[in-house]
DNA sequence: AACTAAGTTCCATTATTTGGAAATAGGGGT
DNA sequence: ACCCCTATTTCCAAATAATGGAACTTAGTT
């Protein structure tokens, strides 16, 4: 037996689909989706008909395209309240962006990658879209690389087995080897920094969020460019960013947030 | 023909679990939902099971409860870029809100509900998530009655037969009489007020995004509480407000933004 | 009108879901 | 330890829903 992979029914099907649809990230048509599918022209139709009964999709008459629905939008509220650490570190990152004048990120590993939940950005609003809900790599990101760093062993090389190593600039890390190296000088340190590995010009410093038992809840970090700081004035962060991991912890552990298990 | 209630198969049960989940709102146990769900036992049991493989929802082993899982959360977000006005609307509402100074909210109508997609505040720092995707009611806001205001009449009775009409505060609406008789008045002058009607001391002035063929698209508002703005003060912002939403209709066209039927 | 590509429906076969009932796991309490 | 009560999980034959090849419809082209 064993259904190792993928597969509950029809479900996992449909969910298939509506996963399909959004990674393509824009309004598709049937056809080009049916080119991609792994299922049948017949069978594909109809899981996209119940996706839009449900509204987990929405169908443009005009364009014959489908894109994700609204629906989700109000699901994911929910879903972020209740299951991202973000609602209980609210006042923490609000007092520590005030502080320190910079971007701060909050994550949580989600099968392998970097899910960001909050984020706060004193100046300028400006930039991208919102990024809760934005998925990054793990490998090559300041909170990535936290985070990994005091995973035990099993869960990291699930992880591990994850990344794509992509070499984003000429500082992304890109074999397993060098990633290993980097994950023990960082739990040594207790803080990862991003030194410009996914993009150009964007460094960070970065520290783990901890359960009282130590396992990995999140990471924070806080972000900069090269044109603003060095990795040197990065580092007068460390204490605010440690205290307030500290502190995001053991709130956490208050509310009983669960240990997960990326 | 005409499937009048629900029911797409497995699929559409295991989204109504999904959604009852969501709904409570916090952590629930399998015995708690299958008091109040519709689905025998076993059925339930395996619907849950196969929400979890699929990672729509989590589970607290210790506490034996089922949430949200982070997988809607990277959804929404996808969701939210594609198929929200949010995007389109982005420059336009950050200068709105540079301008005025004061909150705005940019709101879509959503199976009767007003679904806030994006906010900004000028004065604190953005928090996302925690407002878009809530959910508000349409016939006690601001925007929820700019929105109605400008549907056509089979539209309108559709979404003001999803109202509860429940009286929130002195001031709400609570009949359809009173409501429509108001929404007249709104056609007639372009804009909306929320009179304390969902929220004692918060007040708002509102505006319908109209697309070029004149269908309801989204709504916008500028909101505020009594103890800095009269509704007269709130008046002044009429013109920017119009203008705004004017602009974002304009662009939604551009982008093939689709004209909903709600 | 004939051709083509895209989207939709049909329906006999096959595979999944169903749900009552029984088995199992967890607590307390005595 | 034992029993009892409750919550959760598993089983399995019957019932139902999903499947997908093929046929059909629609819209756009030559």
Redesign the interface.
């Known amino acids: 037996m064993a259904a190792e992979k993928r597969g509950?029914?029809?479900?996992?099907k449909?969910?298939d689909v509506?996963?399909e649809v959004?990674?393509i990230?824009?309004?598709v048509r049937f056809s080009s989706l049916l080119k991609t599918s792994k299922y049948p022209k017949a069978t594909l139709y109809r899981?996209l008909?119940?996706?839009l009964?449900?509204?987990?999709l929405?169908y443009?008459?005009?364009?014959q395209t489908y894109?994700?629905?609204?629906?989700?939008?109000?699901?994911?509220?929910?879903?972020?309240?209740?299951?991202?650490l973000?609602p209980i570190a609210?006042p923490f990152i609000?007092e520590l962006?005030d502080k320190v004048g910079e971007t701060v990120h909050l994550a949580?590993l989600?099968?392998g990658q970097v899910?960001y939940?909050?984020?706060?950005?004193?100046s300028s609003?400006?930039e991208m879209?919102?990024?809760?809900?934005?998925?990054g790599p793990a490998y090559c990101t300041g909170v990535g690389k936290a985070m990994m760093a005091f995973l035990d062993e099993e869960s990291l090389s699930r992880v591990i087995s994850k990344q794509a190593f992509f070499k984003y600039t000429d500082f992304t890390i890109t074999s397993e080897k060098a990633l290993r190296k980097e994950l023990t000088t960082i739990k040594k340190q207790g803080i990862a920094f991003d030194k410009q590995e996914h993009e150009v010009k964007i460094i960070c410093i970065s520290s783990p969020i901890l359960s009282a038992k130590g396992r990995v809840i999140g990471g924070l970090s806080i972000t900069s460019s090269i044109d603003i700081h060095s990795l040197e004035s990065l580092q007068e962060f460390k204490p605010q960013l440690l205290k307030t991991s500290e502190l995001i912890g053991k709130e956490a552990g208050a509310w009983?947030f669960?240990e997960?298990n990326n």
Chains 1, 2 share one sequence.
Request: glycine share 8%.
């Open positions: 509950d029914g029809t479900v996992g449909a969910l509506l996963n959004a990674e990230g824009s309004p899981l008909q119940t996706l009964n449900q509204d987990m929405s443009n008459d005009e364009e894109k994700l629905g609204l629906k989700l939008v109000r699901m994911a509220h929910a879903a972020w309240l209740q299951s991202s973000a609210l609000d962006s949580q989600d099968n899910l939940v909050d984020k706060r950005n004193p609003p400006i879209y919102s990024q809760a809900g934005k998925v009983n669960p997960q």
